[in-house]
Each structure stands twice: as structure tokens, then as C-alpha cells.
T-cell receptor
């Protein structure tokens, strides 16, 4: 158990819908990262937050957004969903903003039908 | 952009055999990380390397930071069935003040009892 929690574990929805994925980092970690894992693209960095502020952005679509709240939990919002958004979404956390030693949650499997 | 190439893509070995896999980069890295992912789970950090030439062990796992700083190696000795999974290398993919990671495409290991 990494100490990072993610909900829900599974999510099935339809195209055009909007969903919210939730992540709680390890106790004491200030940074939260979101990654997408698909069969054809592998593990791709989406976005990083550090202590409530956006720190780095990867190949995150405009339809996707995230935020980190004062209690340090984070939410990833995915809107206007397309079939190709079906993937595993992982949250990771680290102690610092440059923390390469990241600890991953169990992931949310999103299926868009 | 930066890319990490892992080889081999997959391995099928007999229990008790030693395993070697590697990861190469098109650019210099100052950190190398090795993760293992079990089916349906999030990646778990195995070993972190911070210095060229560094050799670090974690039980039966040994990883090395290549002296050119463009490669890293992971060895597993005396493999057992629970070593089955996907092994990823990762390195910093952003500027100095972020924790963005880029991942290789993974080496899938299967162990025959």
C-alpha cells in the first residue's frame, strides 16, 4: 500500500459525459501528479500540482482539468468524453515539488462507451 | 522530445534464472527510477539512482546508473513467480523545478514455475 488513495476504482460512462476522479496523496506529501496509461501510449504525464498551485503541464487535453485543494487532495475532471479517453488514470504523490521518487495510487479505470 | 527505450519488450524465463533489462535515453538524465507494475495495480517504486556509475540493490534486484548518463540497467537474480509484471524505467522529463517523469514502454516479465 503506497498510501495514495484514488476513487473510484472503476468508472463506466458514455461519450460526451463528464467525470471527476479523486486522489488523496500520502500523508505529508505536497505534490500530486496525474498520469494516463493507455495500451498504445504507455504512461503519460498529464499535470502536476504542488501545494495547491499548478507546477507542470504535460500532454493534457483542453477538455481535461485538475485542481489541488487546501487539504492537498486533488481532482481530475474529464469532460466531453470520447472513446479514446478510455484508459487507466493514476495519481502519484511526492514530498517536494521536484520529487522524482513518486508513489502511485491504485488507479481509476475509465471506460467510455 | 525526450524518449526512453526499454529492451527487451518482453521476457519469458524459467524460475530461478537471472534477468537483465535495460533502458536508454536520447538525452542525459540525472536520475533514473525503476518501477514495477502488477496487473490492475499502480506502479511501485523499486529503485532510485542519482549518480552516474551508482549501483544500488533492493533484495534480489540490482540497478545501475550508466556512466554515460544515458542508460540504466536492472537485474533480477534467482527469479520467482511473483516477479511477474511490467518493469518500467523512468526519468525526469521536465525543467529543474518540476517532478514530471517520462516512462519507458516497459519490459513484460513472465516466469515459468
Amino acid at each position: 500500500d503506497s498510501g495514495v488513495t484514488q476513487t473510484p476504482k472503476h468508472l463506466i460512462t458514455a461519450t460526451g459525459q463528464r467525470v471527476t476522479l479523486r486522489c488523496s496523496p500520502r500523508s505529508g506529501d505536497l505534490s500530486v501528479y496525474w498520469y494516463q496509461q493507455s495500451l498504445d501510449q504507455g504512461l503519460q504525464f498529464l499535470i502536476q500540482y504542488y501545494n495547491g498551485e499548478e507546477r507542470a503541464k504535460g500532454n493534457i487535453l483542453e477538455r481535461f482539468s485538475a485542481q489541488q485543494f487546501p487539504d492537498l487532495h486533488s481532482e481530475l475532471n474529464l469532460s466531453s468524453l470520447e472513446l479514446g479517453d478510455s484508459a487507466l488514470y493514476f495519481c502519484a504523490s511526492s514530498t517536494t515539488g521536484t520529487g522524482n521518487e513518486q508513489f502511485f495510487g491504485p488507479g481509476t479505470r475509465l471506460t467510455v462507451l | 522530445g525526450q524518449q526512453l527505450n526499454q529492451s527487451p519488450q518482453s521476457m519469458f524465463i524459467q524460475e530461478g534464472e537471472d534477468v537483465s533489462m535495460n533502458c536508454t535515453s536520447s538525452s542525459i538524465f540525472n536520475t533514473w527510477l525503476w518501477y514495477k507494475q502488477d496487473p490492475g495495480e499502480g506502479p511501485v517504486l523499486l529503485i532510485a539512482l542519482y549518480k552516474a556509475g551508482e549501483l544500488t540493490s533492493n533484495g534480489r534486484l540490482t540497478a545501475q546508473f550508466g556512466i554515460t548518463r544515458k542508460d540504466s540497467f536492472l537485474n533480477i537474480s534467482a527469479s520467482i513467480p511473483s516477479d511477474v509484471g511490467i518493469y518500467f524505467c523512468a526519468g525526469p522529463g521536465g525543467s529543474g523545478n518540476t517532478g514530471k517523469l517520462i516512462f519507458g514502454q516497459g519490459t513484460t516479465l513472465q516466469v515459468k514455475p
